[in-house]
């Protein structure tokens, strides 16, 4: 798929990102791709790149900008010694939520300007905090996002948190997907019948599953990594996008 580096004015600095287009003349829907808590890499990029090939206008951006160039991590190993693990645990403390909600801003901005774009609003996606992140977005910018998927994504409804999504689920207007992992300590079984509770009540489209894999299960450089439930998330990602998109 045709893919290009973009730069994004947020306002607080100059974010690069990838815009991966599919093949043909659009215009097409748009979904905003939050990359995991390893920030971009080439792994990113091609998940990226197979998503436009469904049919959608996918921007993938570098949300770390704000710490300056910086070389990607190593996911395979990234936990298998002090020193990768807290320079990992450092990019993810430099990002706050407040962070987050103004940039999901201006990458909806970004997409809505663009002439690929097709009207209407966009969809979400992403993996462990971009999980997060895609719930956050979706509920700060309302009906802009029409479907948000999280996959394996932590702290989706951490009650002691006050920037946990579930406490604006009133707020969304999109159709939200979550695909949680087994033996995730950062979205245990209390989180997801507690986004469950507060997704019904506020009248939210929704489906929680539990794949049976761990985190990290759908992005191919993780060590935890697992064919079975990836390809199962690319089948749930068209499905919910293709019904909720316009």
């Known amino acids: 798929m045709p893919q290009r580096t973009v730069e994004i004015e947020t306002g607080e600095g100059t974010c690069p990102a990838a815009l991966c287009l599919p ?15 390893g920030g971009m890499r080439d792994t990113m990029r091609q998940m990226g790149e197979r998503l436009a090939g469904l049919g959608y206008v996918v921007l993938v951006p570098d949300f770390y900008y704000r710490n300056g160039p910086y070389e990607p991590v190593d996911m395979a190993t990234a936990f298998q010694n002090e020193e990768s693990r807290e320079k990992l645990m450092a990019m993810v403390r430099s990002y706050r939520a407040d962070m987050a909600v103004r940039d999901a801003g201006a990458f909806a901005d970004y997409l809505d300007s663009l002439p690929e774009k097709k009207a209407g609003g966009i969809g979400t996606t992403g993996y462990c905090m971009g999980g997060r992140l895609s719930l956050i977005a979706a509920g700060h910018l309302g009906e802009r996002v029409a479907a948000a998927a999280s996959f394996h994504g932590g702290n989706l409804a951490k009650e002691d948190d006050p920037d946990s999504p579930h406490h604006r689920a009133s707020s969304i207007k999109a159709t939200v997907y979550v695909a949680g992992a ?15 509770k507060v997704l019904t009540e506020a009248g939210v489209s929704h489906t929680i599953e539990t794949y049976p894999a761990h985190h990290g299960f759908a992005v191919p450089d993780n060590a935890s990594y697992d064919q079975a439930a990836a390809e199962r998330h690319w089948q749930a990602m068209e499905t919910l996008f293709a019904s909720a998109l316009s």
């Open 23 to 37: 093949e043909g003349e659009g215009p097409w829907p748009a979904v905003l791709m939050f990359p995991d808590a």
């Open 182 to 196: 087994v033996e995730d300590q950062s979205f245990p079984d209390e989180q997801k019948e507690r986004l469950e």
